[in-house]
């Protein structure tokens, strides 16, 4: 009886399982906490201030990787699936909410470090639910569910302490001792994320975990250039000119070189590198390349998203200056670096996944670091144009030097796409 009520509740995955609409729609809310820590931090850019969006970056990764461990095992929109990510998205949404107040409280109000950390903990709250719901009833499985919930929810208890423990103990580096807490909490995560494939975790389809990821990559993209769209309200008037205009030109096309370098053949080649390992060497293959080095994609490109906007509002403030005066402060070095730790993520996943060293993307961001002091020398547009060519010719290179392999990963893909609309064309014929 048991059973059948919780197979009422859960509907399974399988092998071939794909992303759903509703995991798609869940994801919305991770576009607005992307935008919200590039907002906040293009407020106030310090070396602080950065290092404290790229900690609440790594704690809302963390968080979503979770929920897509969760929606691997079990549909998303199917049983009782929807409400759980319902209110596993309005947890998220609290969190990106008070993203400003994640370190420091503001006066008046709520706590804003207690509302964030408790928002957290409630998302994990929910994730255990939903994994020990899922608990297959097979030898082992409850010894596995706690092993898997103990760390993470140690680290949200973490953030919690951080959040009430700091104001009490050492009011004069709240800040700081809150920010260590942090540290202490990531670690304990992602150090204990190492130790998955060890205590029983199992990936039921490999297809749905590459396109999650994917789609995010997808996500953090979409919100760069929302960022640098949204630099054009800070007009407030303001007639538009040719540098905005052209800011805005060469700002896409840095956001599309970077889609291309990843999705072009790499996102295609790492899900049929996956899809042909089996055993024992699966596991740990997608965590390396999915939950640990697509982290460094998605800081790369909101680094890029928090660069862009800067420079946009700039130019939109003070147009005529664009064309003469240089870029300062950390916005040179976020904008080029941005790029650096995307390509060097790339360069990650290729040696992670086949062992092969990516020298063109090695080469590329060796050339973007020797030329982020010469940005700081260069009118505003000069700089941006300098980014724009530099991945551009890395982009030209590749298609170069990589054609035929381009052709073939890019043709398989096309083949197991091909195939499976053919498939699905046969069963509505019979079905529908």
Not at 157 to 177: F, G, Y
Request: net charge positive.
């Amino acid at each position: 009886m048991g059973g059948d009520a919780r197979t009422r509740l859960i509907s399974w995955g399988g092998p071939g399982t794909r992303v759903t609409r509703l995991e798609l729609f869940y994801d919305l809310v991770f576009v607005f906490a992307f935008f919200n820590v590039t907002t906040l931090a293009a407020a106030n850019l310090t070396v602080r201030t950065l290092l404290e969006s790229l900690a609440v970056v790594a704690l809302l990764w963390w968080c979503w990787t979770g929920f897509v461990a969760v929606g691997n095992v079990v549909r998303a929109d199917q049983g009782i699936m929807p409400v759980i990510g319902f209110l596993i998205m309005a947890a998220v949404f609290v969190l990106a909410l008070t993203t400003a107040v994640a370190f420091y409280d503001e006066p008046g109000g709520l706590p804003g470090p207690l509302v964030f950390a408790c928002a957290y903990l409630v998302t994990w709250v929910v994730k255990v639910a939903a994994l020990w719901s899922t608990t297959l009833p097979e030898r082992g499985a409850v010894r596995r569910s706690v092993l898997l919930t103990i760390p993470t929810m140690s680290g949200a208890l973490i953030i919690l302490a951080a959040a009430t423990l700091p104001q009490r103990l050492v009011p004069e580096h709240e800040r700081d001792v809150r920010l260590a807490l942090w540290a202490v909490a990531l670690l304990l995560e992602y150090g204990f994320g190492l130790l998955l494939g060890r205590i029983g975790w199992r990936l039921r389809s490999v297809g749905h975990w590459a396109e999650r990821h994917a789609l995010i990559v997808l996500v953090a993209l979409g919100e760069s250039v929302i960022a640098l769209g949204i630099g054009t309200t800070t007009r407030a008037g303001r007639p538009i000119t040719v540098s905005v205009i052209a800011a805005a030109v060469l700002g896409i096309a840095v956001i599309a070189t970077l889609w291309w370098l990843y999705f072009d053949v790499l996102a295609f080649a790492v899900e049929q590198a996956l899809h042909g390992t089996r055993g024992p060497e699966r596991i740990p293959l997608a965590r390396d390349i999915y939950t640990y080095l697509h982290l460094p994609l998605i800081i790369g490109v909101i680094l890029v998203a928090l660069g862009l906007k800067r420079l946009l509002t700039g130019v939109i403030a003070t147009p005529g200056r664009a064309a003469r005066e240089t870029l300062d402060g950390l916005d040179p070095l976020v904008l080029y670096g941005g790029v650096v730790v995307f390509l060097l993520a790339l360069v990650a996943i290729e040696w992670r996944t086949f062992r092969r060293l990516d020298g063109l993307s090695l080469g590329g961001a060796a050339l973007l670091a020797a030329g982020t002091p010469l940005a700081y020398l260069l009118p505003t547009l000069t700089a941006l144009g300098l980014l724009t060519g530099l991945v551009g010719l890395v982009v030209l290179v590749r298609l170069r030097s990589t054609r035929h392999m381009r052709a073939r990963v890019r043709e398989k893909a096309l083949s197991e796409q091909e195939s499976l609309e053919a498939e699905a064309n046969r069963w509505r014929r019979r079905h529908l």
